[in-house]
């Protein structure tokens, strides 16, 4: 898979995968989508509904530069909330592409780097009370233990991997929702929100970042 360092357009770096034009995030602002979609749409609206909870899960489909786990950790710096977190990759970074990520603008350096010098398929404090489990892994063979109260769904698009946006996929994402989980994706397919209504999750479309008009997000109700 070859790969190459872009520029997007709120001056982020993000990787394009040059053999099928598709990019890990977007073009328009891959730092600008991924605050939007993940901790804005996602962990913020999380913590909102769950304001006394001790404790939070998140699992990654597609850990890929490890903003999004960077951003978490860092929107998350002085919460007391114990945070694990699991991202799952089936196309882990070498070192050279996540140094050339120019991710002193991201949030914690430090951690930036401590992320992904870690080791792979073992859990790590990140930060005190609060993990990062690396998993070296396609979300076909993936058997989780344990459920998650929080999902992001950051695979490539349905053009460049169509297999990962199967109706199974989702029912297999809301299978690993704690009671009252929420996932959410930046996708916002006709086909992607019916999977999600079809596993029982309630589903809203939210505006979606810059270049896009609209995104999704699901929530695992008392009726699930």
Same mark, same amino acid.
């Given at each position: 898979?070859?790969?190459?360092?872009?520029?997007?357009?709120?001056?982020?770096?993000?990787? !394009?995968?040059?053999?099928?034009?598709?990019?890990?995030?977007?073009?328009?602002?891959?730092?600008?989508?991924?605050?939007? *979609?993940?901790?804005?749409?996602?962990?913020?609206?999380?913590?909102? %509904?769950?304001?006394?909870?001790?404790?939070?899960?998140?699992?990654?489909?597609?850990?890929?530069?490890? $903003?999004?786990?960077?951003?978490?950790?860092?929107?998350?710096?002085?919460?007391?909330?114990?945070?694990?977190?699991?991202?799952?990759?089936?196309?882990?970074? &070498?070192?050279? !592409?996540?140094?050339?990520?120019?991710? /002193?603008?991201?949030?914690?350096?430090? %951690?930036?780097?401590?992320?992904?010098?870690? !080791?792979?398929?073992? /859990?790590? &404090?990140?930060?005190?009370? =609060?993990?990062?489990?690396?998993?070296?892994?396609? @979300?076909?063979? @993936?058997?989780?233990?344990?459920?998650?109260?929080?999902?992001?769904?950051?695979?490539?698009?349905?053009?460049? %991997?169509? &297999?990962?946006?199967?109706? %199974?996929?989702?029912?297999?994402?809301?299978? $690993?929702?704690? =009671?009252?989980? *929420?996932? *959410?994706?930046?996708?916002?397919?006709?086909?992607?929100?019916?999977?999600?209504?079809?596993?029982?999750?309630?589903?809203?479309?939210?505006?979606?970042?810059?270049?896009?008009?609209?995104?999704?997000?699901?929530?695992?109700?008392?009726?699930?």
């Amino acid at each position: 898979m070859k790969r190459k360092v872009i520029r997007t357009g709120d001056g982020s770096n993000t990787l !394009e995968i040059t053999d099928l034009n598709e990019t890990y995030h977007s073009r328009h602002g891959a730092l600008v989508e991924a605050k939007h *979609v993940f901790i804005e749409a996602g962990l913020s609206h999380w913590l909102s %509904q769950n304001s006394n909870s001790q404790s939070l899960s998140i699992f990654e489909m597609g850990l890929g530069t490890g $903003m999004n786990a960077l951003l978490t950790f860092d929107y998350l710096e002085h919460s007391e909330i114990s945070l694990s977190y699991l991202g799952l990759e089936a196309f882990p970074l &070498e070192s050279k !592409e996540w140094l050339a990520m120019n991710a /002193e603008g991201w949030g914690n350096y430090h %951690q930036y780097l401590k992320l992904h010098e870690a !080791e792979w398929n073992k /859990e790590i &404090e990140l930060a005190p009370s =609060k993990t990062i489990h690396k998993v070296d892994q396609t @979300f076909e063979s @993936f058997n989780s233990n344990s459920n998650f109260d929080l999902i992001y769904y950051d695979a490539f698009g349905a053009r460049a %991997q169509p &297999e990962l946006w199967e109706a %199974q996929w989702f029912e297999k994402c809301a299978k $690993m929702l704690n =009671k009252g989980g *929420v996932f *959410v994706t930046y996708a916002a397919k006709g086909s992607v929100r019916r999977a999600l209504e079809a596993a029982n999750l309630w589903v809203e479309r939210l505006p979606g970042p810059p270049g896009k008009r609209e995104m999704l997000r699901a929530t695992k109700t008392s009726r699930s």
